[in-house]
């Protein structure tokens, strides 16, 4: 950023100011699902406890459940990462702006803006923190001093997926002679949005990869 530029943040000396893109999730995912629908796929809502709960019904499951694989993959790696943010009204806000650490952060949308943030490792709960609440508007307010203005704000907490890795890999399940394939696809953190179509595209190829491990007849027994 230039010396101009930087006047609008005093209690910092050096910024970058770039254009990139922002992904409205809400809509995102719509056009998502219709895509889908469209191709000629059929969507099915249900609880399970275990992935076997899903065999014989499917010849090859993608395990994309996030938070969810600590029971249905035993996999202990997994854990939370909550984040608390605010949305709130402030139409004049055009322009994202994000400190150095990450965790304070405004992000104008379509219909409001985002205020962030946290990343609470380990932290379960989904009850928004009011003080937490306090402390986010505040250090936003200092960074954009006009969203004192805001109206209509909201509290936001979610839990992210983290690990230590992304695990994006096969895994063959067996019991009592079944056998049932296995593509894991989670635990992308924060950084979901950002690699889940190169994600997807890589399961797609593991996937492709059962099927054709399904195709090809097992060798004969030569005893």
């Known amino acids: 950023m230039t010396e101009a530029e930087l006047k609008r943040f005093p209690q910092h000396v050096f910024g970058q100011a770039f254009t990139t893109l922002k992904c409205e999730t809400s809509a995102y995912l719509s056009w998502l699902e219709n895509r889908i629908k469209a191709s000629g796929s059929l969507l099915l809502t249900r609880r399970i406890e275990d992935l076997w709960e899903l065999q014989p019904a499917f010849d090859v499951v993608v395990n994309c459940s996030g938070l ?4 249905l993959a035993g996999d202990p790696a997994i854990s939370p990462v909550r984040g608390q943010v605010l949305q709130v009204r ?10 150095g650490s990450g965790l304070t952060y405004i ?3 379509v219909s409001h803006v985002t205020l962030g943030g946290t990343r609470q490792e380990g932290d379960w709960s989904l009850s928004p923190d009011a003080e937490i609440s306090r402390g986010i508007l ?7 001093p006009s969203l004192h203005r805001a109206c209509d704000i909201k509290e936001k907490v979610g839990l992210r997926p983290g690990r230590p890795s992304v695990r994006l890999q096969k895994e063959l399940l067996v019991r009592g002679g079944q056998r049932l394939p296995v593509v894991h696809n989670y635990g992308h953190g924060s950084g979901g949005v950002s690699v889940h179509w190169g994600s997807a595209l890589e399961a797609t190829r593991l996937v492709s990869e059962c099927v054709q491990d399904l195709r090809t007849p097992a060798p004969a027994s030569k005893l």
Do not use: M, N, T
């Open 90 to 99: 402030a139409p004049w806000v055009k322009h994202f702006i994000r400190d």
């Open 68 to 71: 969810g694989s600590r029971q």
């Open 107 to 109: 992000y104008p949308g």
């Open 138 to 144: 505040s250090r936003c307010c200092a960074l954009e």
